[in-house]
């Protein structure tokens, strides 16, 4: 397994004003890595560096396997206009295949094949001639996964992606991930979702005020100080909603 990205000591902002100052991680094939943070603490900032948006003020950014179109599926967090965006789900799914078209105004039979193919891999087959906007908001979300599958079969960017959606969704769309990457494919997730980033996730990586926190594996997260105290604080968040519900 490769690299396929390798930050050290990157300061990221915008305008001449740091967001988020001293990152050292690493993605490599085949990972699970999740991004924990609260709002504010440079997530989104990150994001924008991940897709090539914005570069670093300072440090190193190597991306030996995300340079080119294609290398990276994004899954972006849902606006409620894009809820309501009127178009079919299969040619919701066959748009992520647009950056590779270029200036050609068509799709060719190997990209329409392969809408039909990523449609079939997510379940969502027999809601291809449906209108997205009359979906429910896990159906929706199985949707632009298979988008981004469409664009980028190796290395997914997800932004929250179960924001918004009931238990039952959530628990859906993280299993149905999950598979994904133990299929090979490379998950890169921004969560809060200590509890669900904690079982799924391989790696972690915590960004606090402005700065890191934490990287590296899942288990040895656990066992840091900083897994610790965010887990007695997640405890202690589900036990109000316990109490909440009884």
Same mark, same amino acid.
């Given at each position: 397994?490769?690299?396929?990205?390798?930050?050290?000591?990157?300061?990221? +902002?915008?305008?001449?004003?740091?967001?988020?100052?001293?990152?050292?991680?690493?993605?490599?094939? +085949?990972?699970?890595?999740?991004? *924990? +943070?609260?709002?504010?603490?440079?997530?989104?900032?990150?994001?924008?560096?991940?897709?090539?948006?914005?570069?670093?003020?300072?440090?190193?950014?190597?991306?030996?396997? *995300?340079?080119?179109? +294609?290398?990276?599926?994004?899954?972006?967090?849902?606006?409620?206009?894009?809820?309501?965006?009127?178009?079919?789900?299969?040619?919701?799914?066959?748009?992520?295949?647009?950056?590779?078209?270029?200036?050609?105004?068509?799709?060719?039979?190997?990209?329409?094949?392969?809408?039909?193919?990523?449609?079939?891999?997510?379940?969502?087959?027999?809601?291809?001639?449906?209108?997205?906007?009359?979906?429910?908001?896990?159906?929706?979300?199985?949707?632009?996964?298979?988008?981004?599958?469409?664009?980028?079969?190796?290395?997914?960017?997800?932004?929250?992606?179960?924001?918004?959606?009931?238990?039952?969704?959530?628990?859906?769309?993280?299993?149905?991930?999950?598979?994904?990457?133990?299929?090979?494919?490379?998950?890169?997730?921004?969560? !809060?979702?200590?509890?669900?980033?904690?079982?799924?996730?391989? !790696?972690?990586? !915590?960004?606090?005020?402005? !700065?890191?926190?934490?990287?590296?594996?899942?288990?040895?997260?656990?066992?840091?100080?900083?897994?610790?105290?965010?887990?007695?604080?997640?405890?202690?968040?589900?036990?109000?909603?316990?109490?909440?519900?009884?």
């Amino acid at each position: 397994m490769g690299d396929l990205l390798l930050c050290k000591d990157i300061a990221l +902002g915008y305008e001449g004003s740091t967001v988020v100052s001293g990152l050292n991680f690493r993605i490599t094939e +085949g990972d699970y890595l999740c991004i *924990l +943070g609260e709002n504010g603490s440079g997530k989104s900032t990150l994001i924008k560096a991940l897709l090539g948006l914005n570069k670093p003020i300072s440090g190193m950014m190597i991306q030996p396997a *995300l340079k080119k179109v +294609g290398d990276i599926g994004y899954l972006p967090q849902q606006t409620s206009i894009q809820r309501d965006f009127p178009a079919s789900v299969r040619e919701i799914v066959l748009s992520g295949c647009l950056p590779k078209c270029g200036l050609r105004p068509f799709y060719t039979k190997q990209e329409k094949q392969l809408a039909e193919t990523t449609m079939s891999r997510l379940g969502i087959t027999e809601l291809a001639t449906r209108c997205y906007r009359e979906l429910s908001g896990g159906q929706q979300q199985r949707v632009l996964l298979a988008r981004a599958l469409c664009a980028a079969q190796k290395t997914l960017l997800l932004d929250e992606p179960v924001t918004g959606l009931d238990p039952k969704a959530q628990l859906e769309l993280y299993e149905l991930i999950s598979e994904l990457n133990k299929s090979g494919i490379t998950i890169i997730m921004v969560s !809060h979702d200590f509890t669900a980033a904690t079982r799924y996730a391989s !790696h972690i990586l !915590h960004i606090g005020a402005q !700065h890191q926190l934490f990287f590296g594996t899942t288990a040895d997260y656990l066992a840091s100080d900083v897994g610790k105290m965010f887990s007695l604080d997640a405890g202690t968040q589900n036990e109000g909603k316990v109490s909440d519900n009884g």
